[in-house]
């Protein structure tokens, strides 16, 4: 049986800035305020503080530049292993990634180099934390209960054949004199950032068996190393008191927990999980943090997915994930990342070629969902969709892809274009898509139900939240690629529009191209009587 541990949370703001319940007079009198948890852990993910079309423009650009730099995305198929099921992805837990034995924290000078660069000095150098085999066991005991429902086997060894993903736990080994940064840094006001892992690609389909991911818990030796109890009390929500005053037992208790949960979502993403497929059950719609406003058009559905803070791959930014969400809870999966891996797992991929010659229509297939909620309205539920993947092309400027299937009434649809960074493509290979949906009437007439061109996260973005379909009826999904692209240009708050081809963004290549289209109904009242 799962251990949780479950506390009360600070309830934080969607910005992902989070102001702590008392600040912490460390012994040198420097107060921490402030800090954020980094969500940019993945190829993609977190937001892209673009504030005016040029860097709009410069940060297509670097993605390009990082996708042709990868050529095929950095995916590599290995040997396979007879011994071991093909189907089966291994995971080697890597708990002795650290390297050296002393990790830095840099401090933002507020000044710049003649290139442009930010500044950073070295504010602090800590002592590793060396996992010990008791911790090491428990924390892959947690991964595995989190992955327990799926085709997963973790391991401490090396393996010598076959394909393996690498989670790299302890890698903080930047250079002691903050040349390069590191995983925790200070700004001039001591408004704290902490880089908590990254993942290498967000591999949806699980086509690189051989991927990798870096796990960091070197904050909470921060804490107690540089300000004792009181700080680390403070940013963990532990009570050192609770650990009869021993410091190094509360700290084990915040590294073991923030090591299990960050490994978790962390192979999430290199599994094709997200931050939104943390948000709570189906029906709920985006979680109280965040704002519709950051959809395009605005997302006009409810926002009561509440539970999103118990799931795995919650994030500061997504939903509003405070520090104690890892420390003090063990997650879970959420319903829509169990969704993902069952599709990854079930799901034959149809293409765009054999829905034409069957006039458009595609049959969506019954995947059985596997219940990884431990606790919430659906943890004694049973959860079927009925799903499809697509492999699809916008062959020229202006093309448009039609879907038909038939839905039920009162079943919730969603939908994805899997962008370009997921699918291990160039800019030239893929598009940046939009996404409507119809109902098709018995005239031929159609109603529009839902439609999206920009997510909450990334301007690469394209999905659609919980659509209710309003009648049993033939609905019709449309992809695009249209020469449009949305986000805050001058930071008023309200998005604005640009195109693809201004001069200053200069990708007007994402108009035509390839896509992968996953979407899935499913019911929202999940019970025991459902089979």
């Not at 309830?11 to 948890?37: D, H, M, V």
Request: aromatic letters at 10%.
């Amino acid at each position: 049986m799962r251990r949780l541990l479950r506390g009360s949370a600070l309830l934080l703001a969607a910005s992902s800035t989070f102001a702590l319940g008392a600040a912490a007079e460390t012994p040198t009198n420097i107060q921490f305020t402030k800090y954020r948890i980094e969500s940019n852990d993945c190829p993609g993910c977190g937001p892209s503080n673009i504030g005016s079309v040029a860097e709009l423009g410069a940060y297509l650009q670097d993605m390009r530049a990082h996708l042709e730099g990868e050529g095929d995305g950095g995916v590599y198929v290995g040997a396979s292993s007879s011994d071991i099921d093909e189907d089966t992805q291994v995971v080697f837990l890597d708990f002795d990634a650290g390297g050296e034995p002393t990790f830095p924290v840099c401090m933002d000078t507020g000044t710049v180099d003649e290139a442009g660069n930010t500044i950073f000095t070295t504010f602090f150098i800590g002592t590793d934390h060396i996992y010990t085999p008791e911790e090491r066991d428990e924390i892959q005991a947690r991964i595995e209960a989190d992955y327990a429902d799926f085709n997963f086997a973790f391991t401490q060894e090396e393996p010598v054949t076959g394909d393996f993903t690498t989670l790299f736990i302890g890698q903080n080994d930047a250079p002691l004199d903050c040349s390069e940064g590191s995983n925790i840094t200070i700004t001039p006001d001591f408004f704290v950032s902490i880089l908590f892992g990254a993942a290498e690609s967000i591999d949806f389909l699980n086509v690189d068996r051989n991927d990798t991911a870096f796990v960091d818990a070197s904050f909470w030796e921060f804490g107690a190393q540089f300000g004792g109890v009181g700080l680390f009390e403070a940013f963990s929500g532990i009570s050192v008191a609770d650990f009869g005053g021993d410091l190094t037992a509360a700290l084990s208790e915040a590294v073991v927990n923030q090591t299990a949960n960050t490994s978790a979502h962390e192979a999430g993403h290199i599994q094709g999980l997200r931050h939104q497929n943390s948000f709570g059950a189906p029906g709920d719609g985006i979680p109280p943090a965040l704002s519709p406003d950051d959809f395009v058009p605005i997302f006009d559905g409810p926002s009561t997915a509440e539970e999103s803070l118990l799931h795995t791959m919650a994030s500061g930014a997504s939903v509003g994930l405070a520090l104690t969400g890892s420390t003090i809870t063990d997650r879970f999966f959420s319903e829509r990342s169990a969704t993902r891996l069952a599709v990854n797992e079930q799901v034959i991929i149809d293409t765009e070629t054999r829905i034409d010659r069957r006039r458009g229509r595609v049959n969506l297939r019954t995947t059985e969902v596997p219940n990884t909620i431990i606790e919430g309205q659906n943890a004694d539920a049973e959860l079927e969709v009925r799903a499809a993947v697509i492999e699809g092309s916008i062959s020229s400027v202006g093309d448009v892809d039609s879907f038909t299937f038939r839905g039920l009434a009162g079943e919730f649809f969603n939908a994805e274009i899997l962008p370009t960074f997921a699918l291990g493509q160039t800019f030239e290979e893929g598009i940046l898509g939009q996404l409507r949906l119809y109902q098709v009437n018995r005239d031929g007439s159609e109603v529009l139900i839902a439609e999206n061109i920009r997510s909450f996260e990334s301007v690469l973005d394209t999905e659609i939240f919980d659509a209710v379909l309003p009648a049993s009826s033939v609905y019709r999904v449309e992809v695009s690629a249209p020469n449009e692209i949305f986000l805050d240009l001058d930071g008023d708050g309200t998005i604005d529009q640009t195109t693809l081809d201004d001069p200053e963004v200069d990708v007007p290549e994402l108009q035509e191209g390839e896509y992968t289209l996953l979407f899935f109904t499913c019911d929202k009242v999940l019970d025991e009587d459902i089979s």
